[in-house]
């Protein structure tokens, strides 16, 4: 009995732990990190909730690198501020940025418009 306690705990932390992963690729807005949604899920499966740190580990880097190609397509301080807010709403409207990604994006548009507006008060 204690051994069919001790492994329907660790199908369920598994279980748990792919739902988790893939849930946040989806949130992310990328099929891959490291490896497909369904790699994950079978190496939670195999390897339980252990699965879940190297994910972390995997996510810290793909979601850098995602950041960074949107700042390539939306442009830099170069740009005017609306046609970067555009070009971002354009990328989340057609799915290639994931919800996380375009909020952080967005909060960064906007501290750069609170930035720019408190220089502008500072030199009038």
């Known amino acids: 009995m204690f051994v069919l306690s001790i492994v329907l ?3 369920l932390t598994a279980a748990a732990s792919a739902l988790g992963i893939v849930m946040d690729m989806r949130r992310l807005g ?3 990190v ?3 949604a369904n790699a994950w899920v079978g190496l939670a499966l195999v ?3 252990i699965s879940l740190l190297a994910y972390l580990l995997k996510r810290r880097v793909v979601r850098q690198e995602l950041i960074d190609g949107v700042w390539r397509l939306v442009g830099d301080s170069s740009h005017p501020l609306t ?3 555009a070009r971002l709403e354009a990328l ?3 799915e290639v940025v994931g919800p996380s990604i375009y909020f952080f994006c967005r ?3 906007r501290q750069e418009v609170f930035i720019t507006r408190s220089k502008e008060e500072n030199t009038k």
Request: a positive charge.
């Open 9 to 11: 705990a660790w199908l």
């Open 47 to 49: 390897a339980g909730p």
């Open 30 to 32: 990328t099929a891959r």
């Open 92 to 94: 989340y409207r057609l």
């Open 107 to 109: 909060r960064e548009l």
């Open 83 to 85: 046609v970067r807010y």
């Open 34 to 36: 490291g490896v497909s």
